[in-house]
């Protein structure tokens, strides 16, 4: 009798295991939390008021050395202007004259301008070229110079699956390849129908050991190259930024 109770017990504890692990998955699938969506563009204009070194070999010509400065600060993450700077303009000198501290030979100059900046934010709706797919996430290229990708976690598995290629696709793809690859070594074509050629076309937007699809279809969310989607987080590593995706 203390045998079979027991065993009762067991198969009880198992089943209610299976059912809590069960639940904690389809609530785990369906648990993604997106940022209130944010309207607009990533891009925007800020006039902006700057400290600027001089070196020494500036000082006759403080303008070399305030443009000197500003392209060191293109295609950077700048935390005091919470941006990316990609252009800049309307440069005034606000200083009458550079100040010099203490011992050092290098001048300050205070001067403002109108910079171009890149500053994402989470809810913004952004569009990429695709350049991987993986069971774990998606890579994207922003404007051939941002990076982007959408984690598994971020790609809502009641509406998109990973679907691995067949042997015959990954052959296809093989060939698709070798191909491309002598055309490229010709170069009798002029520039024009080459950047051509090189543009990415439905076909070759499929690379890799699969894609995610469209849960229970061969659609492929990347069948045109570039994929929509909105951003979860933004990411600042050094000077550099890149941006955390989720699909809806």
């Known amino acids: 009798m203390g045998e079979k109770r027991k065993s009762r017990q067991k198969d009880g504890a198992t089943k209610k295991s299976k059912k809590s692990s069960k639940s904690l998955s389809t609530e785990t699938a369906a648990s993604i939390s997106y940022p209130t969506q944010v309207s607009g563009s990533s891009f925007c ?3 902006a008021r700057l400290t600027v070194t001089l070196a020494p070999a500036n000082s006759s010509d403080h303008w070399a050395g305030i443009r000197e400065t500003l392209n060191g600060m293109l ?3 700048v935390p005091q202007i919470r941006g990316v700077v990609l252009g800049y303009s309307n440069i005034k000198v606000l200083s009458k004259a550079a100040l010099l501290y203490s011992d050092s030979p290098f001048g300050q100059l205070e001067v403002s301008a109108q910079l171009l900046l890149w500053r994402p934010i989470s809810g913004m709706t952004l569009r990429g070229s ?6 774990d996430h998606i890579g994207l290229l922003l404007w051939d110079t941002f990076n982007a990708s959408i984690p598994a976690s971020f790609i809502p598995k009641s509406k998109y699956e990973w679907r691995p290629f067949s042997d015959e696709e990954l052959a ?3 060939a698709e390849d070798t191909s491309s690859s002598e055309q490229s070594s010709d170069e009798t074509e ?6 051509a050629e090189e543009a990415p076309s439905k076909e070759s937007a499929k690379f890799g050991s699969g894609e995610w699809v469209l849960k229970g279809t061969s659609q492929g969310v990347g069948a045109s190259g570039s994929l929509e989607f909105v951003v979860a987080d933004v990411i600042r590593a050094d000077n550099v930024l890149s941006v955390t995706g989720a699909l809806h």
């Open 190 to 195: 002029d520039s024009a129908k080459s950047d």
């Open 130 to 135: 695709i350049n991987v797919q993986s069971p």
């Open 172 to 174: 296809a793809g093989k």
């Open 45 to 47: 204009e800020s006039t």
């Open 75 to 77: 295609l950077r993450f």
